[in-house]
């Protein structure tokens, strides 16, 4: 999602409007407030993997110059309609922890005066509010570490460099629920128990079907560690497969493949190192190869198929060789269909299996995608372009999502979690038609009595859905909750889980 840019350096840097909205901070801020500091502008929209990918570099800035003064401003201009509202913006930054103040970007105003193009852009402002480095992309740790090195070192000896850091504080963190930011779900092969990645508490639940906790794998700390379920830990895991007595894990944030012995009650990790990968031509072996931000997983034959969302493309790892390399896509990200190494996806983050068919949820281009894995080839069944989305019902052809992250296909239905339009969205392949199945709630004035819109909490970024005979189990992230739709009733509940 990032291209090298232009831009004039040395010049005076921006102020930010006077009216926007800032979030993780208790005061807004000025470039007169943070006189003598250097500043680190994030430009960032939420969705976008190579935003996601930039985070734990300004985690580090911050963590290694606490005590100088160095202050990093998340700019957050959005992509997406849903990426607009400040309630969203406010989930992910609890979502991926964000320590630093964000100002919320209205319309990409601040994005303009900047000159910027691309997500992420990090531009740095020197003590004295000049712009001095302007780059798009990732991987740009070492560089800023050099830039604000100077910088620091260079304003102490003119003396224009602020005595201590300006003191910013940070509201209080929510506290969490019995899950926190539930990502992807799984169901055991004979469907009496369902696992659920409870992704910012790091772990993986196994829960029995009335929600009873079974077992705790992780938790606690963020690490890549096998062991015991108590002594493993993850790092935000996402996708789940569970294949007989294991349960494989997209360890996502440690960029790992892990498995899950529900046997020997143990954890290990089948590929990734906790350093995020590049892009590979061919198969490797799974403890010498580093992946890049897998999202989610299924299973068919022997192989594990990997959405690996930070390198736009599909992977397989095979259980029984434990080689691992890229299956789909070809690593440039768009929408674009054809043979397997041709074809382009972007920012795959669902997958589902039925038969000789893998349904990829290709979120950043909003589409619903079809690998005939017989043929070897991609084709696309809903979705148009990298700017193409929105809240549409009708044919294939017309209809819209919005930044989907979840998929299920059972038969000629295809459901999909349609995160952004906070929505359950049905795809029949026999009627070639996208209907909603379950819509965001709409505000309500006047209740009437019985009236289910008054008395159901809607769905907010639902990441993932499974059928189960008559029911759809959702994972409703930003409610921190698992959602059941029967699909009879046309009722949506919530699973309560004791732990």
Known sequence: MFRRMPGTLNSKAKDFPKDFVWLNTDRPLSLDDLKGHVVVLDFWTYCCINCMH??????????????????????????????QEVE???????????????????????????????????????????????????????????VIGVLLERHKSLGTLATAPIKINKPANKPTSALSYPGKLAFSPDGSMIAVSDSNHNRVLVLDSDGKVLHKIGGGSKDLRDGSFEDARFFRPQGLAWVGEKIYVADTENHALRE???????????????????????????????????WDLAHSNGFIFIAMAGLHQV?????????????????????????????QFAQPSGLSIYGNYLLVADSEVSAVRLVDLSKKSVQTVVGAGLFEFGHVDGSLEEARLQHPLGVHCEGNKIYVADTYNHAIRLVDLVEQKVSTLVGKAEMKTLCNINDPACDTLGLFEPSDVKKKGNSLYIADTNNHLIRVFDLEKMILNTLTIKE
């Open 54 to 83: 930039t985070l734990p570099t300004l985690d580090w800035i911050e963590k290694k110059c606490h005590d100088q003064p160095v202050v990093v401003i998340g700019v957050h201009s959005a992509k997406f309609f849903n990426e």
């Open 88 to 146: 969203n913006i406010q989930e992910a930054i609890g979502r991926y922890e964000i320590g630093h103040p964000v100002i919320a970007d209205r319309e990409m105003k601040i994005w303009r005066s900047y000159d910027v193009t691309a997500w992420p852009t990090i531009v740095v402002i020197d003590p004295k509010g000049n712009v001095v480095y302007r780059q798009a992309g990732e991987a740009q740790r070492e560089t800023l570490d050099d």
């Open 260 to 294: 899950i012995d529900l046997a020997t009650k143990t954890v290990k990790t089948l590929a990734g190192n906790g350093m995020q990968g590049h892009w590979i031509s061919g198969p490797q072996e799974g403890r010498a190869t580093q992946l890049s931000s897998p």
């Open 315 to 343: 992977w397989a790892y095979h259980i029984q060789s434990e080689k691992i390399g890229p299956f789909a896509g070809s690593g440039h990200e768009n929408i674009v269909d054809g043979a397997l190494g041709d074809a």
